[in-house]
């Protein structure tokens, strides 16, 4: 135990000498870092927009208005709820269809023809699928079980192609940003790598001496490891103080403000929402790069 | 401290010690090649347990590669090297740091950290194995009151002497009460007064019963250490004298 917190001391002393290095080492680690977590963020915001958006997607099935009777649509409705791939369903009668004209952003020239005695909307119904990929499937499906032909033709919509296209995007989008960060990524573990070698090098006398006197390989490299070791906390504290306050300075602005409420993300509280995640994913990918590379780089002076 | 000697006055008779018959280092033909270059060649000598051994010769005679050996900083190309019966080819990695601590050793650059006090310093030498902080202060207040360096162990190295210096790396390399100091120019970077300062205290150590290796290329001390001098010359063992002198 003693042993154990003379490396600690050793590690920590050696960590709070070199200001130079150290403040190097660190703040390339918090490169590494932030590349991982702009990676990670971008894929959690990404996934969370898409399902946003995938919640969406529904299909629109509009009923003939001459002499279908309600309780023939209610027996559909019915025979639709059996469908296990069928999330929710939503029955718009005629008053409520008018309700929804009537809050849309349209001429009063339209608007004013239709009214409640002379309501030309149709009775619909909205259903959403658990699997929206299966969508033109269910549509289908939908049609030929329409034995009673009360749906009008052409009725069947089906909003996916702007959800599809948009979700083809942004799983793009999410690619290039997790092959940017890898590089990105593998770039900045070079350049850690190389300030903790030059970190290494400047003690090797420190290390030959320790060797001399008949230090084991472990002891050697112990004091290295806990400096590496904090690196990664000291990076991972400074990516989230970056993480943190940044987004607050771009949304700021109100354009920005617009983009990220348009995809119902609010960009702001996100972070702090996903900060235990966050700090988690850095201190452990700061740690065990800061460790793994002291090991590294000092085991050529570990050899005979 | 013991009597201060008189630079050029040989060693007091009390400092020759009787020696002990048991081989504590044997180089059985040992050397080490470099590429094409030969260090070393055949280096065939035993060494007693006790003994006071100087090995002479000029740069590139094959001091420091023996003295390489003897710490395991280097592995022999061909022929062994025992150390108490134990042949170093077979010491595995792991079993070096334990070889290490029963060897003291002491450079001409003297090898102290400078971030660390006099007692820090030699401290360090037992923290690295580590003893307990009780035991390192029992075992550094006795080598330090050895080398006489009481007053000095809270300066740094850049605050003592050369010689003090030296003084506080062989207290280091003592604190593991070795059976074996191998001493490789420690008087390199020393005024003359400092030197045999150090001389005396290695023949003080050798008194205590500990095999004192000291490779140097002063032909003033091996002279007046009048102890066993082996002769080295282009990684050869040339001659080898049990009482004798620096002849080139």
């Not at chain 1, 559909?76 to 791939?85: A, G």
């Not at chain 2, 044997?26 to 007693?48: C, M, P, Q, R």
């Not at chain 2, 077979?90 to 601590?101: F, I």
């Amino acid at each position: 135990m003693e042993n154990f917190l003379r490396i600690i001391k050793l590690g920590y002393k050696n960590f709070v000498r070199n200001r130079g290095l150290t403040l190097g080492a660190t703040l390339l680690m918090t490169q590494t870092l932030m590349m991982v977590s702009v990676a990670l963020i971008v894929t959690l915001l990404i996934r969370d927009t898409v399902e946003t958006f995938r919640s969406k997607i529904d299909v629109a099935v509009f009923f003939r208005d001459d002499a279908v009777t309600d309780a023939k649509i209610q027996d559909l409705i019915s025979r639709i709820k059996t469908d296990s791939n069928v999330k929710s369903i939503e029955f718009y009668d005629k008053n409520k269809a008018l309700a929804i004209f009537g809050g849309l952003a349209l001429d009063e020239s339209i608007k004013k023809p239709i009214s409640q005695d002379n309501n030309p909307l149709p009775r619909s119904v909205q259903i959403k699928t658990s699997n929206p990929e299966q969508l033109q499937a269910f549509a289908d499906n939908l049609k030929t079980s329409d034995t009673d032909n009360i749906i009008c033709d052409s009725c069947i919509h089906l909003n996916k192609d702007f959800v599809s296209s948009f979700t083809q995007v942004t799983k793009s989008i999410q690619q290039a940003a997790i092959a940017l960060s890898i590089f990105f990524g593998i770039i900045a573990i070079f350049n850690v790598l190389n300030i903790i070698q030059i970190t290494i090098n400047a003690r090797r006398d420190e290390i030959e001496i320790m060797r001399y006197v008949g230090a084991s390989n472990a002891f050697v490299r112990g004091p290295f490891i806990v400096e590496g070791i904090l690196y990664g906390i000291f990076s991972a504290i400074l990516t989230t103080i970056f993480l943190y306050f940044a987004p607050m300075l771009v949304t700021n602005r109100p354009d920005m403000q617009d983009i990220f409420g348009k995809f119902g993300v609010n960009i702001v509280s996100y972070i702090p929402e996903h900060l235990v995640l966050l700090i988690c994913v850095q201190l452990i990918i700061g740690i065990v790069i800061g460790a793994s590379v002291s090991i590294f780089s000092v085991r050529k002076f570990l050899k005979a | 401290m013991n009597e201060v000697l008189q630079i050029g006055s040989p060693l007091p008779k009390s400092a020759e010690k009787p020696k002990k018959t048991e081989a504590i280092i044997e180089f059985k033909e040992a050397g080490k090649s470099y590429g094409h270059t030969w260090a070393l060649k055949d280096a065939t000598l035993v060494i007693n347990d006790g003994e006071f051994v100087s090995v002479v010769g000029q740069s590139g005679a094959g001091k420091t590669t023996l003295v390489k050996l003897l710490v395991c900083q280097e592995r022999p190309s061909h022929g062994s090297v025992f150390v108490a019966g134990r042949n170093l080819a077979d010491l595995k990695d792991k079993e070096l740091p334990y070889y290490r601590r029963k060897i003291g050793v002491v450079f001409q650059d003297f090898k102290l950290l400078p971030q660390k006090t006099v007692y820090e310093n030699i401290a360090f030498a037992l923290e690295v194995c580590g003893v307990t902080n009780v035991e390192i202060k029992r075992r550094a207040d006795k080598v330090i009151d050895l080398v006489n360096l009481g007053r000095r162990i809270k300066n740094y190295p850049d605050e003592l002497s050369g010689g003090e210096r030296q003084r506080a790396a062989i207290a280091r390399a003592l604190i593991h009460s070795p059976r074996i100091l191998i001493a490789d120019e420690p008087t390199g970077n020393l005024d003359p007064v400092n030197t045999f300062e150090i001389i005396e205290l290695l023949n003080r150590i050798n008194q205590r019963g500990t095999t004192i290796l000291l490779s140097t290329h002063n032909r003033q001390i091996v002279d007046r250490i009048n102890r066993r001098v082996i002769l080295m010359k282009g990684g050869k063992v040339v001659s080898d004298q049990q009482t004798g002198k620096y002849v080139i």
